[in-house]
Nanobody, 118 residues
Framework: VQLQASGGGLVQAGGSLRLSCTASGRTYGMGWFRQAPGKEREFVAAINWSGSETYYGDSVKGRFTMSRDNAKNLVYLQMNSLKPEDTAVYYC???????????????WGQGTQVTVSS
């Protein structure tokens, strides 16, 4: 399975972005992670195969929403009320089941940069 994340960019604090992740094949659980310079990769959100269950990291809960469209092999991360501390490279990952640990995922996209200015 190959994954490709897109939708990153530069946005002002309080703004919104929607990230997309395209999968080349069937995926099961999906997750979004982010990594800022000098920091460890951080769990952002996860979704199960049907989209009926989602789980969010504490730092994004209430601001970010993860969803999926299995007919299009797409997963989304809607990010609202963005803060400068959300600045990072965002990665989509496949293979887990609402896992928060990166090692539980089998496939990774290349990442997309999100920069939030104050």
């Amino acid at each position: 399975v190959q994954l490709q994340a897109s939708g990153g960019g530069l946005v002002q604090a309080g703004g919104s972005l929607r990230l997309s992740c395209t999968a080349s094949g069937r995926t099961y659980g999906m997750g979004w992670f982010r990594q800022a310079p000098g920091k460890e990769r951080e769990f952002v959100a996860a979704i199960n195969w049907s989209g009926s269950e989602t789980y969010y990291g504490d730092s994004v809960k209430g601001r970010f929403t993860m969803s999926r469209d299995n007919a299009k092999n797409l997963v989304y991360l809607q990010m609202n009320s963005l803060k400068p501390e959300d600045t990072a490279v965002y990665y989509c990952a496949a293979g887990g089941y609402l896992y928060t640990i990166p090692d539980k995922y089998d496939f990774w996209g290349q990442g997309t940069q999100v920069t939030v200015s104050s």
